[in-house]
């Protein structure tokens, strides 16, 4: 494996996850993991360009990033990229009128969206709202209609809170798909579209063959990965064998993974503060290209190689 | 595609599905279908061996068969081939602890299981039960352990209640399938051992090569098909192209339709009662050797071609 300095040489920007690398949630409004506020601020003093990039739903950015203040973070509501407004976008733009199964915290985000006799169904991170008398609503709306659209922000697996491991939308969204047999629209990480738009915001372009690539650092979907990487690469198809040295869409997890790591100037950091279970370092698909405990080590490292 | 004489001719015993065959159920106890009293009343007098064989989950057998007597039906528990039995036999032979997500209505089936310290999670059709809560129990208990054990009553993805469509347990065996990355083992149907125990209580064998079949009449997991069937045929293998004209495992839907439509003596029915929605009648997998409204035309078929 080529020395950290190699890998990380014309770095140009980063995407902060927030859930499991600034932060655990959970009662009181969790708490900030160690040595993440300064590492944050670090980062921002330095020539890096940062955006923070979550799946958070079941809170409005306002909220989110409130309370990320009051746990002492250097961040704003500009700085985050987050899902309920790409599906805003999204609704707007097809003229779609969603039944909403989200959380009470994160309905504000859809103020100015239309929600009179639904044409589709937006599924979030709903927590407790993930009832049965719910569930069967957006069940009954999507076999309604003669082209279901279901769009899910996010489709992770499982979040860790404060308490222990919570399911997440990702689960909820396939007892839908499974119900109807449909396939869910994933706004949020993994979508390319979804990284796309956070580098667009940062003026940091993606990585292009022969050049030295931006680093994403992320937390994918489950909340239980915490990648670092060169990213994001362009192909969207999944997993040919053919294509496997080819750059890969931008994603999070097993498919940049596998994709990125392949080609060059991949590099994958895995932050072990956010490990759910300890088997989860031996992920089949996901392998890191190094490891890191936390955050701020990973920002030590950047700054020694990549902000010169 | 030959005349029903000839299909029919040699059948032996019939399998009849319960929801959406004998009655559709709702509030109040359901309504018996049309003709369907009668049908199961022709049946018994005739020289063919009838079984009632479920994925009923939310009532014991006791009260299910409690509620089709007051509908006028002809059926004793003993007559009933349900999953909670076979699952608790599973549970039993192999010193597991179950948490159990299921409704209050089949707990009793349960009496018998010890349930504490669990060490697997039996999943069947829960209803109102399927809070976020009682989910991430489930979800906690099987992430808790080395290898986890999630045992499905059925895998259907809707049933269809006088009041509309409802969510049946698939759908959130797929849930728990993708949030902790495993496989249910689905007891009942479709699964092959399932069948084939409700034959056993006939005295009917299993289709063999070059000999008769006995018919399975049954609406499989989602509620929405009726099939009238040869079965059960003996291969276990899925979907390979080169396998597709040897007899498959029996089961219901999309797997035994393929399959046994492709061996010589194949038979299915689909009942018309039974439609969830129109669109269902060109299901891309499922395709019925013949139709029929209702369980009191396929019994008059049934008589006058196979009670000989």
Redesign the interface.
């Known amino acids: 494996m080529a020395p950290w300095g190699k890998r990380l040489a014309g770095v140009r920007g980063v995407l902060l996850d927030i859930s499991g690398v600034l932060y655990d949630s959970g009662a009181g409004g969790g708490t900030a993991i160690a040595g993440s506020v300064e590492a944050v601020a670090r980062l921002k003093r330095s020539r890096l360009k940062v955006r923070f990039c979550t799946n958070e739903s079941q809170k409005s950015r306002a909220e989110l990033v409130g309370q990320l203040q009051r746990l002492g973070f250097d961040i704003s509501e500009q700085e985050v990229t987050a899902p309920a407004p790409a599906a805003c976008q999204i609704l707007k733009e097809q003229g779609l009128r969603p039944y909403l199964l989200i959380h009470d915290g994160v309905r504000s985000e859809f103020d100015q969206i239309d929600t009179s006799n639904p044409n589709c169904v937006v599924i979030a991170d709903?927590?407790?709202?993930?009832?049965?008398?719910n569930?069967?609503n957006a069940?009954?709306v999507l076999?309604e209609l003669e082209k279901p659209v279901l769009i899910s922000l996010g489709k992770g697996?499982?979040y860790k809170e404060t308490s222990?491991?919570?399911?997440?939308v990702?689960?909820?969204m396939?007892?839908?798909?499974?119900?109807?047999?449909i396939k869910a629209e994933v706004v949020g990480k993994p979508s390319p579209e979804f990284f796309k738009s956070a580098l667009q915001a940062i003026g940091v372009e993606a990585h292009q063959e022969g050049q030295s690539p931006p680093v994403v650092l992320a937390a994918p979907c489950s909340g239980n990965w915490a990648l670092l990487w060169t990213a994001p690469c362009e192909s969207s198809s999944r997993d040919s064998t053919a294509d496997r040295r080819r750059p890969r869409a931008c994603s999070c997890g097993a498919v940049v993974s596998l994709g990125c790591l392949d080609s060059a100037p991949a590099l994958t950091f895995t932050a072990g503060t956010t490990w759910a279970?300890p088997s989860d370092e031996h992920h089949p698909e996901v392998k890191a290209d190094g490891y890191v405990d936390n955050l701020a080590e990973a920002v030590d490292l950047l700054l020694q190689h990549a902000d010169k």
Chains 1, 2 share one sequence.
């Open positions: 709903a927590g407790e709202s993930f009832s049965y008398q569930m069967n069940f009954q076999m697996r499982y222990g491991l919570m399911l997440d990702g689960p909820y396939k007892a839908l798909e499974y119900a109807c047999g279970r």
